[in-house]
């Protein structure tokens, strides 16, 4: 514990480009030798067209997915790296490791996906196309959830092993719950919400500080950060409909994923300002809870959104949601770092790790629930994939499958966040000091700043400002 405690160094002048460039080599080594394009982005398409007696190129995937993936990608590097610029003195932190964390976390993906997911066994390579880059952003978003709950109280090194060994978790989990126990979770409520929120809060508890108050001043909002955090949550509000229906089957499946994360969303607006506003004093809005918990609706309707949950079902997913998620805001925050010693910087608890537990809980009860007079007999087997050796499947068991799938995710979470947050308390990684936490200046050359003396810093040159003349 003293090893782990003692005072901090936040030079990462030598660590930070070492950990930059030996991955980013690695990665390129890695790609070199394992990573090819697949039937339908190599040059081989044209004779893979002829010999299936596909018409047109329009029928090659990409037509159909990259719509859905650039919605995505928005998502990951606008939707979330705006979300997280809310602290008065982190926006660059906020954004730009954001951006870090995502452009690594994007190749190892792609790899410890493609090993699971997309490897060709007669020779050994990773094919990849336009669904294996959505698939790497939802991994991506783990990870970037994870970020939330240590924003302002990492290092960028600490972000790279946390993205490192949070791609590897994932990958190993989405293989157990989509493969081996035939979950289905389109929108990711269970493998990248409820993972990747249990995740972020396991490392913030192995992390916890004690003397964070020393850095209060700095922990909360001015207005125009909370206007930048707030094109954060509309970016990832509007696109969220193509977040849960990217990777699903083409037609009815996708079709209804969007509508019902549509209506989701909708409805939590109304119940999120409802309740902030009847919790604070003299019913004025709280920009928190309308940054955060309208989005709640999006993601508890993940796992489902691809089913029949019924345009009025979606309503009421969204309607619960916007009210546990901003009653997470006002008492389980508090509850958390107060008892439990969770420091949960942007509340990724009310935001995702609780709405993705109600996913998975509704998934499961709408995948129970199904029968052959409400999909036909085609559409159940179609919606559930009840072919191979899942043919004799029936939907009961299928929903047993489902909440087994939301008890990995758990457990993967909180395990590897508990492996994880030890290996960051080792005093290598160049974290900031208790009182000097959500601030930019420890990391971030700042082009303009201010000092109270009346003396104005700019690029760490000292320039004197004297009042202005007085014209007559």
């Given at each position: 514990m003293d090893l782990c405690d003692r005072e901090k160094n936040t030079n990462v002048r030598i660590s930070l480009p070492a950990v930059c460039f030996v991955w980013q080599i690695a990665m390129i080594i890695l790609f070199g030798v394992f990573i090819r394009y697949n039937e339908e982005s190599s040059p081989f398409w044209i004779e893979?067209?002829?010999?299936?007696?596909?018409?047109s190129d329009i029928e090659n995937d990409f037509y159909f997915r990259y719509p859905s993936f650039q919605d995505v990608h928005v998502m990951i590097f606008v939707g979330f790296g705006f979300l997280m610029t809310f602290l008065k003195r982190y926006s660059f932190g906020g954004v730009g490791f954001n951006f870090l964390i995502a452009a690594f976390g994007l190749q190892w993906a792609l790899l410890m996906q493609g090993w699971f997911h997309s490897l060709d066994y007669s020779d050994g390579k990773i094919k990849i196309g336009v669904e294996n880059l959505i698939n790497a952003d939802f991994c991506v978003a783990g990870c970037l959830i994870a970020y939330g709950a240590v924003l302002g109280k990492v290092s960028p090194v600490q972000l790279m092993v946390l993205t490192l060994f949070g791609i590897t978790l994932f990958a190993v989990e989405e293989y157990i719950i989509l493969n081996l126990i035939h979950a289905r979770d389109a929108g990711g409520s269970m493998v990248i919400h409820t993972f990747g929120g249990y995740y972020g809060l396991s490392i913030s508890w192995m992390l916890y500080r004690p003397n964070l108050s020393q850095s209060n001043r700095l922990q909360g909002s001015v207005y125009h950060s909370d206007v930048f955090a707030m094109i954060g949550t509309l970016f990832l509000w509007m696109f969220w409909p193509s977040f849960n229906s990217a990777i699903t089957d083409h037609g009815d499946g996708q079709h209804r994923a969007a509508i019902n994360t549509y209506?989701?969303?909708?409805?939590?607006?109304?119940?999120?300002?409802?309740?902030?506003?009847?919790?604070?004093?003299?019913?004025?809005?709280?920009?928190?809870?309308i940054q955060n918990s309208t989005l709640a609706g999006g993601v508890a309707v993940g796992t489902a959104a691809e089913f029949m949950l019924m345009p009025y079902g979606s309503l009421i997913v969204g309607f619960c949601c916007g009210i546990i998620s901003t009653l997470g805001y006002i008492y389980i925050t508090p509850f958390m770092e107060k008892h439990l010693k969770i420091q949960d910087t942007c509340g990724i608890h009310n935001l995702h790790a609780m709405p993705g537990v109600i996913?998975?809980?509704?998934?499961?009860?709408?995948?129970?629930?199904?029968?052959?007079?409400?999909?036909?007999?085609?559409?159940?087997?179609?919606?559930f994939d009840f072919e191979d050796a899942f043919k004799n499947m029936t939907p009961t068991r299928q929903g047993g499958h489902q909440a087994?799938?939301?008890?990995?995710?758990?457990?993967?979470?909180?395990?590897?966040?508990?492996?994880?947050?030890?290996?960051?308390?080792?005093?290598?990684?160049?974290?900031?000091?208790?009182?000097?936490?959500?601030?930019?200046?420890?990391?971030?050359?700042?082009?303009?700043?201010?000092i109270p003396s009346g003396k104005m810093t700019i690029m760490s040159h000292p320039v004197w400002l004297t009042p202005a003349p007085i014209l007559t």
């Amino acid at each position: 514990m003293d090893l782990c405690d003692r005072e901090k160094n936040t030079n990462v002048r030598i660590s930070l480009p070492a950990v930059c460039f030996v991955w980013q080599i690695a990665m390129i080594i890695l790609f070199g030798v394992f990573i090819r394009y697949n039937e339908e982005s190599s040059p081989f398409w044209i004779e893979h067209r002829k010999a299936n007696n596909i018409s047109s190129d329009i029928e090659n995937d990409f037509y159909f997915r990259y719509p859905s993936f650039q919605d995505v990608h928005v998502m990951i590097f606008v939707g979330f790296g705006f979300l997280m610029t809310f602290l008065k003195r982190y926006s660059f932190g906020g954004v730009g490791f954001n951006f870090l964390i995502a452009a690594f976390g994007l190749q190892w993906a792609l790899l410890m996906q493609g090993w699971f997911h997309s490897l060709d066994y007669s020779d050994g390579k990773i094919k990849i196309g336009v669904e294996n880059l959505i698939n790497a952003d939802f991994c991506v978003a783990g990870c970037l959830i994870a970020y939330g709950a240590v924003l302002g109280k990492v290092s960028p090194v600490q972000l790279m092993v946390l993205t490192l060994f949070g791609i590897t978790l994932f990958a190993v989990e989405e293989y157990i719950i989509l493969n081996l126990i035939h979950a289905r979770d389109a929108g990711g409520s269970m493998v990248i919400h409820t993972f990747g929120g249990y995740y972020g809060l396991s490392i913030s508890w192995m992390l916890y500080r004690p003397n964070l108050s020393q850095s209060n001043r700095l922990q909360g909002s001015v207005y125009h950060s909370d206007v930048f955090a707030m094109i954060g949550t509309l970016f990832l509000w509007m696109f969220w409909p193509s977040f849960n229906s990217a990777i699903t089957d083409h037609g009815d499946g996708q079709h209804r994923a969007a509508i019902n994360t549509y209506l989701a969303l909708a409805s939590t607006v109304l119940t999120t300002v409802a309740i902030s506003s009847l919790f604070q004093k003299h019913g004025k809005l709280d920009m928190v809870h309308i940054q955060n918990s309208t989005l709640a609706g999006g993601v508890a309707v993940g796992t489902a959104a691809e089913f029949m949950l019924m345009p009025y079902g979606s309503l009421i997913v969204g309607f619960c949601c916007g009210i546990i998620s901003t009653l997470g805001y006002i008492y389980i925050t508090p509850f958390m770092e107060k008892h439990l010693k969770i420091q949960d910087t942007c509340g990724i608890h009310n935001l995702h790790a609780m709405p993705g537990v109600i996913g998975g809980v509704v998934g499961a009860i709408t995948a129970a629930a199904a029968s052959e007079a409400v999909y036909g007999h085609e559409g159940l087997i179609n919606t559930f994939d009840f072919e191979d050796a899942f043919k004799n499947m029936t939907p009961t068991r299928q929903g047993g499958h489902q909440a087994a799938g939301l008890c990995v995710a758990i457990c993967f979470g909180v395990g590897g966040g508990i492996i994880v947050g030890c290996i960051l308390r080792l005093p290598i990684w160049g974290d900031p000091a208790d009182d000097n936490c959500f601030d930019d200046e420890p990391y971030w050359e700042w082009a303009c700043e201010h000092i109270p003396s009346g003396k104005m810093t700019i690029m760490s040159h000292p320039v004197w400002l004297t009042p202005a003349p007085i014209l007559t």
